[in-house]
């Protein structure tokens, strides 16, 4: 029966003219919180790129891995406001609820919305504020990494 499928499938393409090619996993958008060569911090698009989990089925796949210190649960209520500061340790921050709006220097404001993923790594410099925004609570899973 596997076989038909295939041969049907085949006869399919090839009279179609077509060719068939296995898709690249597309990757996964974060947004990097950096430290720039100005002492300021900057964000921008970072992209964290898939491959096959060897041994899995091919639907399986999984970034670079990245060395963990610590994960935990984060909740702060609307209307908290932290002024310059930096990232403690590089890490994720993975907004799980509510929204948050981080500030950079020049006012360029990234809205932590539930999915987003931030990268956290501007541990020195003028830093950004954080505010969480709305009448819910922001949660955000923090994922610490080694150095």
Do not use: C
Request: charged share 20%; glycine share 8%.
């Amino acid at each position: 029966m596997r076989s038909m499928r295939l041969l049907v499938t085949l006869a399919l393409l090839l009279g179609t003219g077509k060719m068939v090619v296995a898709q690249k996993p597309e990757p996964a958008s974060v947004t990097r919180l950096y430290t720039g060569a100005d002492g300021l911090s900057h964000f921008e698009p970072m992209h964290v790129e898939f491959v096959p989990v060897p041994g899995a089925p091919n639907t399986v796949t999984q970034s670079e891995a990245i060395p963990t210190k610590k994960s935990y649960l984060v909740r702060i209520a609307p209307g908290f406001f932290e002024d310059w500061h930096n990232a403690d340790v590089r890490r994720y921050v993975v907004t799980m609820s509510g929204r948050a709006e981080v500030e950079v220097a020049g006012g360029e404001k990234l809205v932590a919305e539930p999915g987003q993923i931030v990268f956290a790594e501007d541990l020195t410099g003028k830093g950004h504020t954080f505010r969480v925004v709305g009448n819910s609570d922001w949660v955000a899973l923090f994922v610490d990494f080694e150095k």
